[in-house]
C-alpha cells in the first residue's frame, strides 16, 4: 500500500515550457487535491476532485488545469510555465469528511 | 470565509522542555474539522491529529497532547520533553463541512518552525 505517490520529484522547467505533475493513490479516497506550498507559507489549494470526472477550482488556479479520468489518478498540468509558479506541489486524497493524507510533494523550479 | 492564524512564527527550546504551539481559528460553520500537520526537513507532510468541532475533549498521544476550545476558538499542540526529532514545521488546518458538503478543502495555517536543540 503505497499511499500517495508524486512524480517527478524535482523538475526545473524554462519559462514558458509546460509539464505534467503526476499524483497516483491507492486507498480508494474519492476526494483528492493539488496543494502549493510557498516558502514560509502553509498550503494553498490549486484545483480538487471529489470523485472521477468532477473537478473544481480551488483559491489559486490560474495557470494550472487538472483532469480526474480515474480514481487513482489526478494529474496536474503547468502550461506556459512563469518564475511565480516556482514552489512545492503537494497532492492529497481522503475519503469524504476525512483526514487528506499527502504525497511526498514534487519541487519545481521555473527559471 | 475560514482562517487559520499560527501566530508563532519560530519556537527554539532545548531538548527535555515543554512547549506548545498555538493555533486560532475563525470559521461561520458549526461543524467543522481542525487538523495538526508535522513537516519535517525531509519535507514530507505528517498527519498527527484530526478533531471534529462536536468534540472538545482534550487528547494525549504520547508525548503529544491537544487542548481545542471553542470560546475562545483555539486549538492549541503541546509537546512534552521535547527531543531533537520533533524539530519540524507544524502546520494546524482547518476544514468546514459547508459548500454543500462538497467541498471539505483545508484551509492552513502559515506554520510553526520547532528547533529542539539537544
Known amino acids: 500500500n503505497a499511499g500517495v505517490t508524486q512524480t517527478p520529484k524535482f523538475r526545473i522547467l524554462k519559462i514558458g515550457q509546460s509539464m505534467t505533475l503526476q499524483c497516483t493513490q491507492d486507498m480508494n479516497h474519492n476526494y483528492m487535491y493539488w496543494y502549493r506550498q510557498d516558502p514560509g507559507m502553509g498550503l494553498k489549494l490549486i484545483y480538487y476532485?471529489?470523485?472521477?470526472?468532477?473537478?473544481d477550482k480551488g483559491e489559486v488556479p490560474n495557470g494550472y488545469n487538472v483532469s480526474r479520468s480515474t480514481t487513482e489518478d489526478f494529474p496536474l498540468r503547468l502550461e506556459l510555465a512563469a518564475p511565480s509558479q516556482t514552489s512545492v506541489y503537494f497532492c492529497?486524497?481522503?475519503?469524504?469528511?476525512?483526514?487528506?493524507?499527502f504525497g511526498p510533494g514534487t519541487r519545481l523550479l521555473v527559471l | 470565509a475560514q482562517k487559520v492564524t499560527q501566530a508563532q512564527t519560530e519556537i527554539s527550546v532545548v531538548e527535555k522542555e515543554d512547549v506548545t504551539l498555538d493555533c486560532v481559528y475563525e470559521t461561520r460553520d458549526t461543524t467543522y474539522y481542525l487538523f495538526w500537520y508535522k513537516q519535517p526537513p525531509s519535507g514530507e507532510l505528517v498527519f498527527l491529529i484530526r478533531r471534529n468541532s462536536f468534540d472538545e475533549q482534550n487528547e494525549i498521544s504520547g508525548r503529544y497532547s491537544w487542548n481545542f476550545q471553542k470560546s475562545t476558538s483555539s486549538f492549541n499542540f503541546t509537546i512534552t520533553a521535547s527531543q531533537v526529532v520533533d524539530s519540524a514545521v507544524y502546520f494546524c488546518?482547518?476544514?468546514?463541512?459547508?459548500?454543500?458538503?462538497?467541498?471539505?478543502?483545508?484551509?492552513f495555517g502559515k506554520g510553526t518552525l520547532l528547533t529542539v536543540n539537544p
Open positions: 488546518a482547518l476544514s468546514e463541512a459547508g459548500s454543500g458538503g462538497s467541498n471539505y478543502k483545508l484551509t
Open positions: 492529497a486524497s481522503s475519503y469524504v469528511m476525512s483526514t487528506q493524507y
Open positions: 476532485s471529489v470523485g472521477a470526472g468532477i473537478t
